[in-house]
T-cell receptor
Framework: SQQGEEDPQALSIQEGENATMNCSYK?????LQWYRQNSGRGLVHLIL?????REKHSGRLRVTLDTSKKSSSLLITASRAADTASYFC?????????????FGRGTSLIVHP | ETGVTQTPRHLVMGMTNKKSLKCEQH?????MYWYKQSAKKPLELMFV???????ENNSVPSRFSPECPNSSHLFLHLHTLQPEDSALYLC????????????FGSGTQLSVL
């Protein structure tokens, strides 16, 4: 299975602090994506990093990818209470012309005001 | 608003009922997905349709029956469900034949009594 596994399962921090979440996977990938989910809602795409990229930024988000270790990290800098949500990584590769992304259990982030 | 609309948002049904979940996307995508999200479990891929053809059926019980009449609409027909089928059912779409991000609907929270 190419399922990504996020770590830690839960993270609680104060507003203004940085939050780091990790994702590990088992087989080679074409890309890795991070998503955010507010409670009881759908997932929202945050950032996609391709297998030939090592780092990517988007606003307060920084994603790294280490294909040799089969791992990725998501860093949220200067966190805000509104960042409280679950964060998921999705891995997958193209197979038979289709891309099937597989998700992990997610990291539940709570940012205290 | 992600461009993917799911109805209903909430559904309570008995084990002998028949109901359907509906998903509609206005993004011009060619691939549509059904995921199941249960508490403390990874997001489970159920079905994938690409150009209205089912390309993935992830060992889902026959009491779940998908239908994709065109590239904009996806249904999940439910029949004689079990209490353990209670979960958040998420629909998503993406561009086919590309390693693109998924756009999710807000989900249907299903309770089976």
């Amino acid at each position: 299975s190419q399922q990504g596994e996020e770590d830690p399962q839960a993270l609680s921090i104060q507003e203004g602090e940085n939050a780091t979440m990790n994702c590990s996977y088992k087989t080679s990938i074409n890309n890795l994506q991070w998503y955010r989910q507010n409670s009881g809602r759908g997932l929202v795409h945050l950032i996609l990093i391709r297998s030939n990229e090592r780092e990517k930024h988007s606003g307060r988000l920084r994603v790294t990818l280490d294909t040799s270790k089969k791992s990725s990290s998501l860093l949220i800098t200067a966190s805000r209470a509104a960042d409280t949500a679950s964060y998921f990584c999705a891995t997958g590769s193209a197979s038979g012309g289709s891309y099937i992304p597989t998700f992990g259990r997610g990291t539940s982030l709570i940012v205290h005001p | 608003e992600t461009g993917v609309t799911q109805t209903p948002r909430h559904l309570v049904m008995g084990m002998t009922n028949k109901k359907s979940l509906k998903c509609e996307q206005h993004l011009g995508h060619n691939a549509m997905y059904w995921y199941k999200q249960s508490a403390k479990k990874p997001l489970e891929l159920m079905f994938v349709y690409s150009l209205e053809e089912r390309v993935e059926n992830n060992s889902v019980p026959s009491r779940f029956s998908p239908e994709c009449p065109n590239s904009s609409h996806l249904f999940l027909h439910l029949h004689t469900l079990q209490p353990e089928d209670s979960a958040l059912y998420l629909c998503a779409s993406s561009q086919d034949r590309g390693l693109e991000k998924l756009f999710f609907g807000s989900g249907t929270q299903l309770s089976v009594l």
